[in-house]
């Protein structure tokens, strides 16, 4: 992928994959690959998987507000749409190609459109101006933290933190390596040391504890508002 953003200009052959490719990178995948297949592994079952394990295990409730943090072409999170009450599933994304897709497929399919449900392009997670006054009992984020430098994850739990209900809960995937001080790889892929993981999170008011592996793969961790 960063040999054709540097092909197409779109990035600098000296430098690295970083966080100012992000959504090069993530349209360019869009464009080159179904858009289902672009954002993950098996496009075909992932959304029964999530919706499983969401409402299953994490108990997701049809009255609660739920913000998809990277919803991309809703591969993963598109069954929650029509078990949520009207209005309340929110959707952000760093890459406006799949957005646009995500909106086309939600105009298509008549119990999705019911629904109502918002969906937004922004690259540095500003929720509070895309959704202005609105806060969530469950947010949640699958493969985002794990294309994050730590800046960004810092970025992520404090401008999440505002829109958490009381009671709320936030779940993210991410990449274990706890042989690392802090993290390594690029946004292609990131590694994080869950210590220092849990860490941030307490300074940013969260306590984060470690779910593991689970049936969506990558590694769960939850962070509960304190």
């Known amino acids: 992928i960063y040999d054709i953003l540097v092909e197409e200009g779109k990035a600098d052959p000296r430098m690295g ?3 100012n490719h992000y959504a090069d990178y993530w349209n360019l995948l869009a464009n080159k690959l179904p858009p289902d297949s672009a954002t993950g592994s098996d496009p075909e079952n992932m959304h029964k998987r999530q919706f499983e394990f969401l409402v299953e295990v994490c108990k997701l409730k049809t009255t609660d507000y739920f913000l998809d943090i990277g919803v991309g072409s809703l591969r993963g ?3 929650i749409i029509p078990y949520l009450e009207e209005g309340h599933f ?3 994304d760093v890459a406006s190609d799949l957005v646009d897709f995500s909106r086309k497929r939600v105009a298509s399919t008549p119990e999705f459109a019911a629904k109502k449900p918002r969906l937004e392009v ?3 997670f500003r929720i509070q101006q895309l959704f202005p006054g609105q806060t969530y009992d469950f947010i949640f984020s699958k493969s985002v933290l794990t294309h994050l430098y730590p800046g960004s994850v810092w970025e992520v739990l404090t401008r999440v933190r505002p ?3 009381p009671g709320g809960v936030y ?3 991410i990449f274990k390596d706890n042989d690392t001080k802090v993290f390594r790889g690029d946004i292609g892929k990131i590694w994080f040391n869950t210590d220092w993981l849990a860490e941030t999170a307490d300074v940013c008011s969260w306590k984060m504890t470690e779910i593991g592996k689970t049936n969506i793969g990558q590694y769960m961790v939850r962070f509960d508002p304190i």
């Open 17 to 19: 994959l970083s966080e």
């Open 77 to 79: 999170t598109r069954l």
């Open 90 to 92: 929110f959707g952000m």
């Open 122 to 124: 922004d690259d540095r």
């Open 163 to 165: 829109v958490i209900r």
């Open 171 to 173: 779940y993210a995937t």
